[in-house]
T-cell receptor, first 114, second 115 residues
């Protein structure tokens, strides 16, 4: 069964540095998402992406964050000037359509900011 | 704003016993509803979904959920727990009117299964 893959599985970065989290969505999916889960808290929506542009973003997704689909297979989340509070598990997801179509999640990238 | 409440952050059952994990949503318009399971060090795996067809939805691994509009609930059940069901379970909703398709998650329920 096709899977969403995320790399790296664990990223350790110094505060203030930039980090790029990478995802390969399922190949025939058209909608792409990033979520994060801070330890002990609920999974939170960050951004959705369709047709090479952001469809929706949350309040968390400020100017520090950006997403890109640089080619036909990858979907990236960039965090500029990381802060301690960015430490979390970041999940990528993809779906064939929005809403009724279920989202398929990767195993996540654990981001640790020192 | 839409919200999801999962009653009980931790549920413990004996092997072979009924599993009941509760989920309530807040909107007056029935959303699309999903249950996901997360095993340690893994991503979220879809268990089942409700999209306004049958109110009783069957999913993988013997789980099912019933949509009750009058109670704004979508509780997850399994008749007989197995040790391998120990995991964290998340209820999530998507607003049918939302173009971006974002999911709003409950806080999760950790299920423990005792031998």
């Amino acid at each position: 069964e096709p899977e969403v893959t995320q790399t790296p599985s664990h990223q350790v970065t110094q505060m203030g540095q930039e980090v790029i989290l990478r995802c390969v969505p399922i190949s025939n999916h058209l909608y792409f998402y990033w979520y994060r889960q801070i330890l002990g808290q609920k999974v939170e929506f960050l951004v959705s992406f369709y047709n090479n542009e952001i469809s929706e973003k949350s309040e968390i997704f400020d100017d520090q964050f950006s997403v890109e689909r640089p080619d036909g297979s990858n979907f990236t989340l960039k965090i500029r000037s990381t802060k301690l509070e960015d430490s979390a598990m970041y999940f990528c997801a993809s779906s064939e359509g929005a809403g009724v179509q279920p989202q398929h999640f990767g195993d996540g990238t654990r981001l640790s900011i020192l | 704003a839409q919200s999801v409440t999962q009653l009980g952050s931790h549920v413990s059952v004996s092997e072979g016993a009924l599993v009941l994990l509760r989920c309530n949503y807040s909107s007056s318009v029935p959303p699309y509803l999903f249950w996901y399971v997360q095993y340690p060090n893994q991503g979220l795996q879809l268990l089942l979904k409700y999209t306004s067809a049958a109110t009783l939805v069957k999913g993988i691994n013997g789980f099912e959920a019933e949509f009750k509009k009058s109670e704004t609930s979508f509780h997850l059940t399994k008749p007989s727990a197995h040790m391998s069901d120990a995991a964290e379970y998340f209820c999530a909703v998507s607003d049918p009117g939302n173009q971006g398709g974002k999911l709003i998650f409950g806080q999760g329920t950790e299920l423990s299964v005792k031998p």
